[in-house]
C-alpha cells in the first residue's frame, strides 16, 4: 500500500526514537537500522489510517522484530570468533537515544549494554522499554503481549540482575575526557606504573576483534596483566602499523557516554577502548576492532571536528 506525504513524514519523526530503542535492545547501530528499515517496510503495507496510536504500533512491531532476532543472534554468537561485545557509539551519534535522566544515561553505556548480554529477550526488552523509554508496565504488556503483573516481574528481575553486575560510576563529559587523556597519557608513557594506579584490582581487559582483527579470546584479569597488556598495546612498532595499513593515531574521547580511546587510521576508526569507571578507578578496558562493527563510528568521526589533533601515536 502506498504511502501518503504525512505517512512518511510520520515514520520520519519517529525514527530516531526507533533506532535508540533498537539499538539499546540489539547492541549494535547496524542491526538497529535494519530492524528500523523492516519496520518501516511493515508500516508501508499496513493501513495506516486505521491505526489509532502509529507510535504505539510502531514500537510493538520494532520491538517483537528485535525480539526474534536476540533469539537468533544468542545462536549466532555461539559460533562467533572470540568475545562478542556491543558496537560503540561516540559523542553526539542520535542513536544514543534520550539521555535526560540517569537511567537513560545509564541504560546505554557500554558497561551495561554488556550487561544486558546476559539477560533473555524479553527481560532485556522490558528492562530498556522501562528505564530508557519509561514506558508504563500496561503499556510494556501490551507491547509484549504478556500481563501487566508478568511485565513487573520481569524489569524487577531484570534490574537485580543489572545491578548485581554493575559497578559503573558515572561522570560528565568533561571528566570523561579528562579521564581518557589521563589513561591515554599512562599507557602511552611505556611503564605499568601510572596504569597500575589508574586501575582497580580486579580490572579486566576483553576485545572484540570478530576474527577479522587479532583479538585474544580470553580477557586480561587483575590490575598488573592488565597493565602490561595496555603497555603492549600502545607500544608503536612497524608491526602494528603494517597490521592496520597505516599509522595510527589516538586520541582521548567518549562513546556511549563513558571514557574512550580511539585509534584512526587514515580517517577509518580502527578501534575504540571504552573505559569503565568505578569508584576506585578504571575497573574495564573494552576493546571493539572489529571493523563491522565501527563504520557508524568511522562516519561520525569524519563528520565531527578535531583541530586539537591527536594525542600519541603508534
Not at 109 to 138: D, I, K, T
Not at 233 to 238: I, R, V
Amino acid at each position: 500500500m502506498a504511502l501518503s506525504v504525512s505517512d512518511v513524514d510520520r515514520f520520519e519523526a519517529a525514527r530516531p526514537r526507533l533506532e535508540a530503542l533498537a539499538y539499546r535492545l540489539l547492541g549494535s547501530a547496524s542491526e538497529a537500522e535494519d530492524a528500523v528499515q523492516e519496520t518501516f517496510l511493515r508500516w508501508q503495507a499496513a493501513d495506516a489510517g486505521r491505526i489509532e496510536v502509529p507510535e504505539a504500533w510502531l514500537t510493538k512491531v520494532l520491538t517483537h522484530w528485535c525480539l526474534n532476532l536476540l533469539t537468533s543472534a544468542r545462536a549466532r554468537r555461539e559460533t562467533y570468533v572470540g568475545r562478542w561485545l556491543p558496537e560503540p557509539l561516540l559523542a553526539g551519534d542520535p542513536m544514543l537515544g534520550p539521555a535526560e535522566t540517569a537511567e537513560q544515561r545509564e541504560s546505554v553505556s557500554y558497561a551495561v549494554l554488556v550487561l544486558l548480554e546476559r539477560l533473555s529477550p524479553n527481560e532485556r526488552a522490558v528492562y530498556v522499554l522501562r528505564e530508557a523509554f519509561g514506558h508504563p508496565h500496561r503499556e510494556i504488556a501490551r507491547i509484549l503481549d504478556i500481563s501487566e503483573a508478568a511485565s513487573q516481574q520481569i524489569y524487577h528481575r531484570a534490574k537485580k540482575h543489572i545491578a548485581d553486575g554493575n559497578t559503573r560510576t558515572e561522570v560528565g563529559e568533561a571528566a570523561a575526557l579528562r579521564i581518557a587523556e589521563e589513561f591515554l597519557a599512562a599507557a602511552a608513557s611505556g611503564r605499568t606504573e601510572p596504569l597500575v594506579r589508574l586501575l582497580t584490582q580486579e580490572a579486566v581487559a576483553v576485545s572484540d576483534g570478530g576474527g577479522k582483527v587479532p583479538a585474544r579470546a580470553k580477557g586480561f584479569e587483575g590490575t598488573l596483566a592488565v597493565a602490561r597488556f595496555l603497555r603492549g598495546l600502545f607500544k608503536p612498532s612497524k608491526a602494528k602499523r603494517a597490521l592496520v595499513g597505516g599509522t595510527p593515531e589516538i586520541y582521548a574521547s567518549t562513546a556511549n557516554g563513558e571514557p574512550a580511546v580511539v585509534m584512526v587510521v587514515d580517517g577509518r576508526v580502527a578501534g575504540i577502548a571504552c573505559l569503565e569507571i568505578g569508584p576506585e578507578g578504571i575497573a574495564a578496558v573494552r576493546s571493539q576492532a572489529n571493523p563491522d562493527k565501527l563504520v557508524r563510528a568511522t562516519a561520525r568521526w569524519a563528520a565531527a571536528d578535531h583541530e586539537e589533533g591527536p594525542l600519541h601515536t603508534l
